[in-house]
Every structure is written in structure tokens, then in C-alpha cells.
């Protein structure tokens, strides 16, 4: 970063201004270790793949459904044109899970996701186009208060839209770049894996020191360094011994990965990056004891889609909504929302579990179960039923309960 930055970027701080745009614009993708902090090079961090992957994949592979709600009946609208587009396939080029995969993707990493709307003649949403890199897009508001949006697409051309026409997911904070934040936890992880690289390029060995007894002349000197530069180098890394003559004493200076704490440091920077993204260190490998998946990876799970996934998926919904829905759509109970019921299934024992209290108590039927296992329904199976045990107390008297009466007296 150049001394004109720096000196802007020192301002800018100084007067309180923490808009992350300000940053990006200005060359703030500079962490202070002098990595350069951008979504390609954050990616090709292993932590921040699996992450970004954990996250985006999950989003992209839930169904997005469109439901009707009719007083106290909530059914699936399979017949309401956004049914289609958010449920099957957004455009022509893409599936559900790719698209929502990268709008996802965006959201986790530059905090915004866009897709242009593709209107008809009657201003209805017939297709949303694949999704735009948040690092194209300049949002402006304008003075009536409505936002435009300008981008360059794949095709060179400058595109200017208004906001009826775009779809614009925010991320955290109304759009907040985990890139712009975690530059220098993301700086410290590519400093710490390009240091790596380098010392296993060198064999572990970064440098020495030739001693020699008696003073070089020009020549002899000339002729180490040479040695130097050729053979030496070559043997350090091929691991093969030198041999050294006129009483010449190598004095390493060299620091191992265990001696240099980089294991350690590596880790460390694993646990940060899931921390920027909210991820469990076990769900992407990263863990002392294997074990762990056996013993709590429910839990585990259970704790990822409440505290993860389940804002992430309820901003998205609220973004669609109100961008996608008409108020026409709102009076007839249009909603949208992502079935969760995949990833909150247990195994076989705690599904059996969970149908045989719901079926017991009344509150499923059992066709709803067999709905929910891909099974066909059953004659009768859409009466709910209840143990004849379970009656209240003040419960109103049978016939038999007067026969008894009588028996006693």
C-alpha cells in the first residue's frame, strides 16, 4: 500500500468514517502483514473454502418453497408463478441450488447478493438472471430515495438498473463485507500458509553463515558465492551433504516449523476464520479428536442450522418477500420460506421416536408421517387419533363411570 493510501486510510479512521465501501475503494484489501485480501485469495485458504462451502451449499441445497395460507391451512402453491422460479430453476442457465448457491456465496463473503429481474410486458417476474459478483455492482441512492445500480457485464457492456429491477440480497449489517473486517485475520492465515510454502521450499532452512579462518581475497569470494548460488542451494533442498574444505564451517541459521510455532499458528488461524463465519471448527474437519463426530455431531448440527444457517435463511426470505411478492400475493397469504425439515431429521430410531409421540398425542395424522417419509397415503390415515387413556380429570362422566357408582352404594 503506497503512502497516499496509508495517509487516507489514517484519516479516515481518525474521523470515525467505518464504512467498509470506503475501504475497498481506497486499498484497504491490504492486510498490515502486506497480503492482499480478496475473495479468490481468502478462498484459497482451506478454512475459508470449507466454510464458504458448509454455508453456501447448505442454503443452495434447502427447498424454497412458496406457500398459501387460507385461515388456518397452509398448503404448498405449486401453481403461483414464483413457485417455479424460486423452487425449480431461476433462468435458463441455472438450477435452484446453483443459483441460491451463489447468491449465498456472496452474501458470506462481500455481504450482498444481485440478480436482475427479467420483467414481461406486464410487469410480472417471468426469470431471475444468474447472479452478479458483488465487486461489479456500484449501489447509488438517489434523491428521490430509490437505489440504481451500475455494473459492467460479462459481455463488457455498462448496465444501469433501477432497483424494481434488480433483486438485492444485504448481508449482515445491511451489507457488510467480511472481507473488509476479517482482512487482517484473513492477511495473517495467507501469511502464515505462503511462510509455510516457503519453508518447506527451502527444506526447513532459511539461512546461514559461512566461517572461514583466515580473510577471502576478491577472487576467493567470488568463487564462494558462486558456490553458494549453484551447488550448496541445491543441496540444502535435495537433503544431500556438502563437503567443505579450507577449514570452512557452516553455522546454520535455520528455524523448524515446530521451533517457529507455525502448526500451532495454523490451527489458531482455522478457529479464527470459522469464528468470522460462524462455523464449528469440527464441521470442517478441523479437531483434535475424531471421536467428536460420534458422540456430538448432533448437537453439532443442531446448533449450526439455530444459530447459523436459520438467520442467514430468514434474511434471505425477507429480501424475497418483499421485493418478489405483490401486494395481491400479500392478501392471499403468500409467503416464502426454506423447508429446514432436512437437515433437522434425525436418524431412523429418533424419527420413530418423534412420529410415535406426534401420532399418540394427536397433533399428526398418519398420513402427514407418511408424507414426510415419501410414502403414498392410506385409507383413514387422515384422521387424527389419541390414546383413549389420555382424558382430562374434570373429563365429562361415561356410563360406565355411573355404573360404578351404583355398585358401591
Known sequence: ???????????????????????????????????????????????????????????????????????????????????????????????????????????????????????????????????????????????????????????????????????????????????????????????????????????????????????????QRAQLENLLQGKFVASLRDGVPMVLDRDAEWLSLSMSAEDAQMLESRGFSVEEVCRFFGVPPIMIGHGEKTSSWGTGIAEVTQGFVKYTLRKRLKRIEQALEKQLLTVADRVAGITIEFNLEGLLRGDSKARAEFYQYALQNGWMTINEVRRLENLPPVPGGDTPRMQSQNVPISGPRTVSDSQSEDEQV
Open 1 to 219: 500500500m503506497n503512502l497516499l493510501k496509508k495517509a487516507v486510510l489514517y484519516v479516515a479512521r481518525a474521523v470515525g468514517l467505518t464504512d467498509p465501501r470506503l475501504y475497498q475503494y481506497i486499498g484497504a484489501r491490504h492486510s498490515e502483514t502486506g497480503e492482499t485480501v480478496t475473495a479468490s485469495s481468502v478462498l484459497g485458504l482451506s478454512a475459508a473454502w470449507a466454510c464458504v462451502n458448509l454455508v453456501a451449499g447448505s442454503v443452495g441445497s434447502l427447498p424454497l418453497m412458496v406457500y398459501r395460507t387460507t385461515g388456518d391451512t397452509r398448503e404448498v402453491a405449486r401453481n403461483h408463478r414464483l413457485y417455479r422460479i424460486l423452487h425449480d430453476s431461476p433462468n435458463a442457465d441455472q438450477t435452484s441450488l446453483e443459483f441460491w448457491e451463489f447468491i449465498a456465496a456472496s452474501l458470506e463473503l462481500q455481504g450482498a447478493g444481485f440478480s436482475e429481474k427479467e420483467l414481461n410486458s406486464a410487469g410480472q417476474l417471468v426469470a431471475l438472471h444468474p447472479p452478479i459478483t458483488p465487486e461489479l455492482m456500484k449501489v447509488e441512492r438517489q434523491a428521490n430515495g430509490s437505489y440504481q445500480y451500475r455494473w459492467t457485464d460479462q459481455f463488457g457492456k455498462a448496465r444501469v438498473v433501477g432497483e424494481d429491477r434488480m433483486l438485492h440480497i444485504r448481508g449482515f449489517g445491511g451489507g457488510l463485507s467480511t472481507l473488509a473486517f476479517g482482512r487482517q485475520t484473513f492477511g495473517i492465515a495467507q501469511a502464515l500458509e505462503r511462510t509455510t510454502a516457503r519453508t518447506f521450499a527451502n527444506g526447513t532452512n532459511y539461512t546461514g553463515i559461512f566461517k572461514v579462518k583466515e580473510s577471502l581475497d576478491a577472487t
